[in-house]
């Protein structure tokens, strides 16, 4: 059974400040990981990641892969408080179904 | 309006109705996707779609029943609805998969009273 596991599951930090997200996976065939913000809506596509240590990067947003440790991690730096919201990780793989398999996610906090 | 709508936006519904959720995506994309969403659960697959008439299974799909006899549309069936089946219901879409990212609709949050 796939198993995507993200940490912390909740964060609460100050603006200005770094964070990274982690994301940890168990699945079989790896064939992409997935980041997405969720702002009490549907979740907003923010990067895919196929190949190991080539970073990602959307304005304060990255994000890197590691194939050979299963996993990754997503950094927002000089946070906001717009970037307030769920982060869910979520992996592509090659064995079963054709979705997606979701971490819980993680609850990020940025306050004023 | 292009893009991916599911309607309706939010039901409430009563212990053994049945339930239809509705999804419709404009971008012929092949593959569609319905999860739900549940705290302490994140997001799960319940059924998804390859193309027109090719349908399976996900993570969770006891209790439901999906069609697509158009490509453009993934309506999800609760046959029997029960208070367990309360959440956010999340329909998807995606050209393809491997490589493709998949885009959301706007959700359904369905209460079964």
């Known amino acids: 059974e796939d198993k995507v596991v993200q940490s912390p599951l909740s964060l609460v930090v100050h603006e200005g400040d770094t964070v990274t997200l982690n994301c940890s996976y168990e699945v079989t065939n790896f064939r992409s990981l997935l980041w997405y913000k969720q702002e009490k809506k549907a979740p907003t596509f923010l990067f895919m990641l196929?190949?190991?240590?080539i970073e990602k990067k959307s304005g304060r947003l990255s994000s890197i892969l590691d194939k050979k440790e299963l996993f990754s991690i997503l950094n927002i730096t000089a946070t906001q408080t717009g970037d307030s919201a769920i982060y869910l990780c979520a992996v592509r793989s090659g064995g079963g179904a054709d979705g997606l398999t979701f971490g819980k996610g993680t609850h990020l906090i940025i306050q004023p | 309006d292009a893009g991916i709508t599911q309607s309706p936006r939010y039901k409430i519904t009563e212990t053994g109705r049945q339930v239809t959720l509705m999804c419709h995506q404009t971008?012929?994309?092949?593959?569609m996707f319905w999860y739900r969403q549940d705290l302490g659960h994140g997001l799960r697959l319940i059924y998804y779609s390859a193309a027109a008439d090719i349908t399976d299974k996900g993570e969770v799909p006891d209790g439901y029943v999906v069609s697509r006899s158009k490509t453009e549309n993934f309506p999800l069936t609760l046959e029997s609805a029960t208070r367990s089946q309360t959440s956010v219901y999340f329909c998807?879409?995606?050209?393809?998969?491997?490589?493709?990212?998949?885009?959301f609709g706007p959700g359904t949050r369905l209460t079964v009273t």
């Open positions: 998807a879409s995606s050209p393809g998969t491997s490589v493709y990212e998949q885009y």
């Open positions: 196929t190949s190991s240590g």
């Open positions: 971008w012929s994309h092949s593959y």
